[in-house]
C-alpha cells in the first residue's frame, strides 16, 4: 500500500550569548561540572531572573531570517514540571505570546539520497526564547546533574506538518542551521547540543485527509540521526499498517548503533505544564526603533548570497553553492576576490588545496591560518611568473602551516621560478640530449612527447623552471636540429 | 490579664533615631546598644519565641567594628552601628535562610538580599533572624516549624503574622527595629497586633532580590519600627532601583525621613470608603478607633471625602487564588536536590514526595494544592485568568479613588490579637485579611499605626494606604496621627 508521509519537527537551537538568559554566568560548553553557576541559574531561595537583552535580539533576528512575525508585546510564562535537572522545578519559557510566529525555510535541489527535492517552503509555528536545563548524567551507582547549561537561552523552532519525507526533514533542518549560522546566532553544533531535534512522524493512506498516529522520536543527536530515523520509522511503520497492524501514538528512542528506534513510552495523559505568567519578569515591548535595529543586522540569506557571487564573480553554480555553505567560507572567498585576483582560480584555490587543509586539521576557516590577502598573494605570484603552480601548491601547504606570506617563503627557500633563457635552455639542451626516443617521436608528430620532456626540464630544474618557457624552448631546439 | 504575661517594653534609646543621636553624641556605643538588647533577649524570648536566631557574639563582633569605624571618624553615615532584626526570609551572606521551615534546615544563604546589601552599606548590622509563619504563609505565626511567636502583650495571644517575630522582638524591647515581608497583610497585621508601627511600601519601591518568594506579583519589604519616623528612615536606607529585580521602579529615592519634619496636615484629604465598615465581624472597639482617627483629622483641617470600593467583596477570594498560584509555582524548588533538607531514597520521585512530605507544614502544604489546582488546565480560566481580571479591577477601584483623596483610613484587622489556638478553622483566618490585601493587589502603599487600645488591654492599628508612591503623604498622615495618640 501506498502511505503519505507526514513529518513535523521540533528543534532547539541554543543561542549563542556571552552569557545565560537570565544571570550574569558565562553561556560556554566543555568546562568542569557546576562551575558556570550562580544562586539566581542554581534556583536558590530569594533569587529573581533578570533577562538578557542580547538573547531576546538574536531570537528576534531568528524570526526575520525565518520570515517570522515578530510578537510586538511579547512575554515570559513558568511551565511546570518536577525533573532534578531543572533549578526551579519550573522552566521561565514562552507560552502564549512567544517573540516570534509563522515563519518559513525554503527547501529544494539535490536531497540527501541523491533524489531532486520538490522546491517548496515549509512553515514554522513559532520560535519562542526559554531557558536550557541542566544536563543528567547517569553513572554506575548514582546520577549526578550539571547545571552549567541550566539557564543557557534556548529558541524552540516548531514547525508545521509539512515534511513528506525524510530527505526533505533533512533538507530542512540543513536550510535551518544555514540560517542560524548565518546570522550568528548560534553555532547548531549538534554534538555540543547546540542544536537538538526531535521528530514527530505519522503515516496515512496515500491521499487521505484522517492523520495516522503520531509517533515521537526523541534525542536525535545528529542530522544523520535524525535522517535514518526517519528512514527506518516510515519502514517500520508502513510495514505494520500493511499487515493489518495499528499504531498507537507513542514517544520513541533512537538507538544510533542499532540504527532503530525503540519504545520510549505509550500515549500518555496529556501533561499538565500548568503555564501561568512569569510574574518576575515584566513584558517585553518591540519597539519600532529596536525592530529597525535588528532588521538592518539581517544577513543577506545564503541562497540571496550564492546566487550573487555567480553573477557578480562570474564562478559556475557548483563553486557559488560550495562557497557559500558557510558563511565564513563566502566571507573569505569575497576577501580574496577583493584582495585581487581571478575568481574562479580563488574559487579552485579554495575548493581544493584550502578546504583540503582544513578538513585535514579540523580547523574552522574562520580559524584559517592562511589569510585571504596571503592567499591572493600567493595566486598574484603564479600570476607574475614569480613561481610555477606546482611550487605555489608546496608553498601554500607551508603557509598553512606558518601563517607566513608566500613571497618571504618563496624567498626564503629560493623557489623563485627560472625565468632566465640561456638557464632554461642549459636544462632544454640536456633533456634533449638525455631522451632522443621521445624527441623522435615529437618530431613524429606524437604532440605527448613534448609533456615528457618539459617534464624532464622540470625535474633537471628541481621543479622551477617556467612550464611555458620550458615547452618553447624545447620546440625551438628541437626544430633547430630538425 | 494577668501582668507577667505582658513583655512589652521599648528599650532606652527606643529607636533608630534616638540612638543614632546618642551613637553621634557619644552617649553610647553600638556594642553597649547591642549587648543591652541581647540581655534582654535572653530574659524574655522564651517566653515569645520571635527570634529564630541571635548569633550574640558575631552581633558583637560586628558591632566592635562599627564602633572602631566611627572612633576612627569613617562611619558610613549616621545609622552605623545601629542592629536590625531580619525576618527568616531575607537572605543574608553566611547565614540560615530558613522562612521558618523544616525544609530549608541547614541551608544558607549565598549572597545578600538588596535590602540587607543596603542596609550593611550603611553600617547597620544584622541582629538576628525572626520567626514568621513557614514561607511567609500565615496570620498569626502560629504556621512557624520552630514552634509558635506570642504577643508581647499578651503571650496567650498570637502576635499576629507572617512577619510575627519581627513585630514581637520590636515591641518587647529585643530590637529597636525590624524588616518583614508584606504579601497580604504580613507586616500591617502583627504591627497591629503588637502596637508597634509597619509599613508595606508600593511594590516596587524596595528591590525584592534576596526575599525568598512566597507570591511574587504581591511581596514587599517594609519596616517594622517602634514609631513612623524610624518607618522613614528605613525606608530611606533600603528603598530605590535595583538591576536585580525587574520589577523594581526605577525610580528617585525619596527623602522620607526629612519629610515628616515640616507639613501641612489639613491639606490632606481623608477618603473613608463606605464598604470598610460594613465587613461582618468588625470589633466595636476598632471601628470606634478608626472613627475617632477620622474625627481627629477633621478636626485638624482635613476634608473627610465618602468613598466607594465595590470590589471589596472579592479581594479574600482573588487574593488567595493568586497569591496560592504563585506559591504552588514559587515553592516547587524545594525538593532537597540542591539545598535544603531531603528524605533520601532510591527513587527521585520518592524522594520528592518524602522531602516535601515531611518538609512542608500543613498550611503550606494546603496553599500549594489550592494554588496547583487553580492553575490546572481546565480550571486556570474559571480560577486564575478570572482573579486576574478582577485584580484589574481592584487597582481601578483604587486609582478612581485616589482621583478623590489623599489617603485612605481602614481597620488593619476586623480584631485585635487574638488567641493562640482559637483561630482553627483556615478560612475564617483567611477572611481576617480583608482589609489588608486590597493594598497589595493594588500594588499600592500602606502603613498601619497604633492608635487606642481594646478593652482587652491588646493594641489597636489603624490603617493608612496611599496610590503607588505615595508614601510621603502616608507617613506624614501617620506620623500625626501618632502624635494625636501619644
Known amino acids: ?102 515563519g518559513s525555510v525554503d527547501i529544494g535541489g539535490k536531497g540527501f539520497s541523491g533524489d531532486e527535492l520538490p522546491s517548496k517552503a515549509i512553515s514554522m509555528t513559532r520560535i519562542h526564547l526559554e531557558e536550557d536545563v541542566g544536563k543528567l548524567t547517569h553513572l554506575q551507582f548514582f546520577s549526578g546533574v550539571d547545571y552549567n547549561r541550566a539557564g543557557v537561552p534556548l529558541m524552540e523552532i516548531v514547525s508545521e506538518p509539512d515534511m513528506a519525507s525524510a530527505d526533505e526533514a533533512y533538507a530542512y533542518l540543513t536550510a535551518l542551521k544555514q540560517a542560524m549560522e548565518y546570522a550568528r546566532i548560534s553555532n547548531c553544533d549538534m554534538e555540543k547540543g547546540q542544536m537538538r531535534c ?52 507513542s514517544t520513541r528512542g533512537w538507538n544510533d548503533d542499532a540504527g532503530e528506534t525503540y519504545l520510549l513510552r505509550r500515549k500518555e495523559s496529556a501533561h499538565d505544564y500548568r503555564y501561568f505568567p512569569e510574574p518576575d519578569l515584566m513584558p517585553i515591548q518591540v519597539s519600532d526603533e529596536m525592530l529597525a535595529e535588528i532588521r538592518s543586522a539581517v544577513p543577506e540569506t545564503p541562497a540571496a548570497r550564492r546566487q550573487r557571487c555567480e553573477e557578480e564573480y562570474g564562478i559556475p553554480a557548483y563553486d557559488a553553492n560550495v562557497l557559500t555553505l558557510e558563511k565564513d567560507c563566502a566571507d573569505y572567498f569575497e576577501r580574496c576576490v577583493a584582495a585581487g585576483g581571478p575568481a574562479k582560480t580563488i574559487s579552485n584555490w579554495i575548493m ?81 640530449a638525455a631522451n632522443p626516443g621521445p624527441v623522435q617521436e615529437f618530431r613524429s608528430g606524437k604532440e605527448q612527447a613534448l609533456n615528457f620532456l618539459v617534464g624532464q626540464v622540470m625535474k633537471l630544474s628541481r621543479g622551477k623552471a617556467n612550464p611555458q618557457m620550458a615547452a618553447q624552448g624545447l620546440k625551438d631546439e628541437i626544430e633547430r636540429f630538425g | ?153 499578651n503571650t496567650d495571644c498570637v502576635p499576629g503574622g507572617s512577619s510575627g517575630g519581627s513585630a514581637a522582638v520590636v515591641a518587647s524591647g529585643q530590637a529597636l527595629a525590624a524588616l518583614g515581608t508584606d504579601t497580604g497583610g504580613s507586616i500591617r497585621q502583627p504591627a497591629s497586633f503588637c502596637g508597634i508601627v509597619g509599613m508595606k511600601p508600593t511594590y516596587g519601591l524596595i528591590s525584592r532580590y534576596g526575599l525568598v518568594a512566597y507570591a511574587s506579583s504581591l511581596d514587599q519589604i517594609g519596616p517594622l519600627t517602634a514609631d513612623v519616623r524610624d518607618a522613614a528612615v528605613l525606608l530611606d536606607v533600603v528603598s530605590g532601583y535595583d538591576d536585580r529585580d525587574s520589577t523594581s521602579i526605577p525610580t528617585q529615592n525619596g527623602n522620607f525621613n526629612q519629610a515628616l519634619d515640616n507639613y501641612d496636615i489639613g491639606s490632606l484629604r481623608i477618603g473613608v470608603p463606605a464598604e470598610y465598615f460594613n465587613v461582618e465581624g468588625l470589633a466595636p472597639h476598632v471601628r470606634t478607633a478608626v472613627e475617632t482617627a477620622i474625627s481627629a483629622y477633621r478636626d485638624a483641617g482635613c476634608e473627610i471625602v465618602d468613598l466607594t470600593l465595590p470590589t471589596m467583596k472579592y479581594v479574600v477570594a482573588v487574593y488567595y487564588i493568586i497569591a496560592t498560584a504563585e506559591a504552588s509555582s514559587n515553592l516547587a524548588r524545594y525538593d532537597g536536590i540542591r539545598y535544603g533538607a531531603r528524605a533520601s531514597t532510591d527513587d527521585v520521585l520518592e524522594t520528592y514526595y518524602k522531602t516535601r512530605e515531611a518538609g512542608f507544614n500543613k498550611e503550606t502544604k494546603r496553599r500549594i494544592i489550592l494554588g496547583t489546582y487553580v492553575l490546572s488546565s481546565g480550571y486556570y480560566d ?23 483623596c489623599d489617603v485612605i483610613i481602614s481597620p488593619v484587622s476586623p480584631i485585635p490579637a487574638f488567641r493562640c489556638g482559637e483561630i482553627s478553622d483556615p478560612l475564617q483566618m483567611y477572611l481576617m485579611d480583608i482589609y489588608t490585601v486590597p493594598v497589595n493587589l493594588a500594588g499600592n502603599c500602606s502603613i498601619s499605626v497604633p492608635f487606642g487600645t481594646h478593652a482587652n488591654g491588646l493594641p489597636i492599628g489603624v490603617q493608612l494606604i496611599g496610590d503607588a508612591l505615595q508614601e510621603t503623604k502616608i507617613l506624614r498622615a501617620a506620623h500625626w496621627l501618632e502624635g494625636v495618640g501619644n
Open chain 2, 382 to 404: 474559571a480560577y486564575y485568568l478570572r482573579a486576574q481580571k478582577v485584580r484589574t479591577l481592584v487597582r481601578k477601584d483604587y486609582t478612581d479613588a485616589f482621583q478623590k
Open chain 2, 1 to 153: 490579664m494577668t501582668e507577667d504575661k505582658k513583655l512589652v517594653q521599648r528599650p532606652k534609646p527606643g529607636t533608630i533615631h534616638e540612638a543614632a543621636a546618642a551613637l553621634a553624641d557619644g552617649q553610647t556605643t553600638s556594642v553597649a546598644l547591642c549587648e543591652q538588647l541581647i540581655e534582654r533577649s535572653r530574659a524574655v524570648d522564651a517566653a515569645i519565641n520571635g527570634f529564630r536566631q541571635l548569633d550574640a557574639e558575631a552581633i558583637l563582633r560586628q558591632a566592635e567594628r562599627s564602633d572602631a569605624r566611627r572612633t576612627a571618624g569613617q562611619e558610613h553615615g549616621p545609622y552605623d552601628g545601629i542592629p536590625v532584626a531580619l525576618k527568616d526570609n531575607l537572605a543574608v551572606t553566611g547565614e540560615s535562610c530558613g522562612c521558618a521551615s523544616r525544609i530549608l534546615e541547614g541551608y544558607t544563604a549565598a549572597y545578600d538580599a538588596t535590602a540587607v546589601a543596603r542596609l550593611k552599606a550603611a553600617g547597620m548590622l544584622c541582629f538576628g533572624r525572626t520567626n514568621m509563619d513557614e514561607f511567609a504563609m500565615g496570620s498569626s505565626t502560629e504556621n512557624s516549624g520552630y514552634g509558635p511567636a506570642r504577643n508581647p502583650w
Open chain 1, 198 to 249: 526531535d521528530v514527530n512522524i505519522s503515516l496515512k493512506p496515500a491521499g487521505s485527509d484522517e492523520f495516522g498516529a503520531k509517533i515521537e522520536i526523541k534525542n536525535l543527536n545528529s542530522l544523520k540521526a535524525v535522517h535514518r530515523s526517519l528512514e527506518y520509522e516510515i519502514e517500520r511503520q508502513a510495514g505494520i499498517l500493511d499487515s493489518g497492524g495499528t499504531l498507537e501514538q
Open chain 1, 352 to 432: 581544493v588545496e584550502l578546504l583540503r587543509e582544513l578538513s585535514q586539521s579540523d580547523t574552522a576557516i574562520a580559524d584559517c591560518p592562511v589569510s585571504p590577502e596571503n592567499l591572493a598573494a600567493l595566486i598574484g605570484l603564479i600570476d607574475k611568473n614569480v613561481i610555477n603552480g606546482k611550487i605555489a601548491k608546496t608553498v601554500f601547504v607551508e603557509m598553512f602551516k606558518t601563517g607566513a606570506d608566500p613571497a618571504a617563503i618563496v624567498k626564503e627557500k629560493g623557489l623563485e621560478q627560472v625565468t632566465d633563457s640561456s638557464e632554461i635552455t642549459r636544462f632544454v639542451q640536456e633533456a634533449v
Open chain 1, 1 to 102: 500500500m501506498n502511505y503519505d508521509v507526514v513529518i513535523g519537527l521540533e528543534v532547539h537551537v541554543q543561542v549563542a550569548t556571552a552569557t545565560k538568559l537570565f544571570c550574569g554566568c558565562p553561556n560556554r560548553y566543555g568546562e568542569e561540572p557546576n562551575t558556570l553557576v550562580c544562586p539566581v541559574c542554581m534556583g536558590y531561595p530569594g533569587v529573581l531572573p533578570v533577562p538578557n537583552e542580547a538573547a531576546i535580539r538574536r531570537t528576534i533576528l531568528a524570526g526575520l531570517v525565518c520570515n517570522c512575525e515578530i510578537t510586538r508585546l511579547s512575554k515570559f510564562d513558568r511551565k511546570s514540571y518536577f525533573y532534578p535537572d531543572m533549578p526551579k522545578n519550573f522552566q521561565i519559557s514562552q507560552y502564549e505570546l512567544p517573540l516570534c510566529l509563522k
